[in-house]
């Protein structure tokens, strides 16, 4: 069961993810969650240094799309201002979700990767969707809203699991058993 929430990358941000390696694998798509993977859930805008890595990424010829379960209002101020689409009020993990943000690539699962915070909701939802999934470390967890508390009190559970099973690695990379 908690083997389905292992991601096949860890990074501690968006900033470690390779993006040279990704497109070496045949990676054209980048569907990212928001809150606390992009900026932190009390910030409004982009920062000036996550404006320049979006600027590289759209420079390498990946796209980019925002998933995000947050509100239509918060999701909106943030992405338009970048050009980036978005889907809001996603529902992650529901495959629903990811199958809208495919088709606002316009790639096929094979050629996307889920960029997150949460196991339960971006992890666990990419995997379902057939996606290779990168977590990353939460950005402002003293931030974080309720349900996302009660998502990271399950987590642990997952994660103690899984590292007395020896799939989780100690520090950062691939998870054991995955690619």
């Known amino acids: 069961m908690f083997k389905r929430l292992l991601p096949d990358r860890i990074v501690n941000s968006v900033y470690d993810i390779d993006l040279?390696?990704?497109r070496t694998r045949g990676?054209?798509?980048i569907i990212t969650d928001l809150d606390n993977t992009?900026?932190?859930?009390g910030t409004a805008l982009a920062t000036p240094e996550l404006i320049q890595w979006l600027n590289g990424v759209k420079d390498r010829g990946f796209r980019v799309v925002i998933l995000s379960n947050n509100?239509?209002?918060r999701v909106a101020r943030f992405a338009e201002p970048l050009g980036i689409p978005f889907v809001p009020a996603a529902r992650k993990p529901a495959g629903a979700a990811f199958r809208r943000a495919l088709g606002l690539l316009g790639i096929p699962p094979e050629q996307a990767v889920v960029v997150g915070d949460q196991m339960l909701t971006d992890v666990f939802g990419g995997?379902?969707?057939g996606l290779h999934t990168i977590l990353v470390t939460p950005i402002a967890p003293s931030e974080e809203g309720?349900?996302?508390r009660?998502?990271?009190?399950?987590?642990r559970i997952a994660l103690a699991r899984l590292r007395k099973q020896?799939?989780?690695p100690d520090k950062g990379g691939r998870p054991h058993g995955r690619g």
């Open 150 to 155: 009660i998502n990271r009190r399950i987590e």
């Open 20 to 22: 040279n390696e990704l």
């Open 127 to 129: 995997r379902r969707a």
């Open 166 to 168: 020896g799939l989780w």
């Open 71 to 73: 509100n239509n209002a």
């Open 38 to 41: 992009l900026v932190g859930a």
């Open 146 to 148: 309720w349900a996302t």
């Open 27 to 29: 990676v054209r798509g």
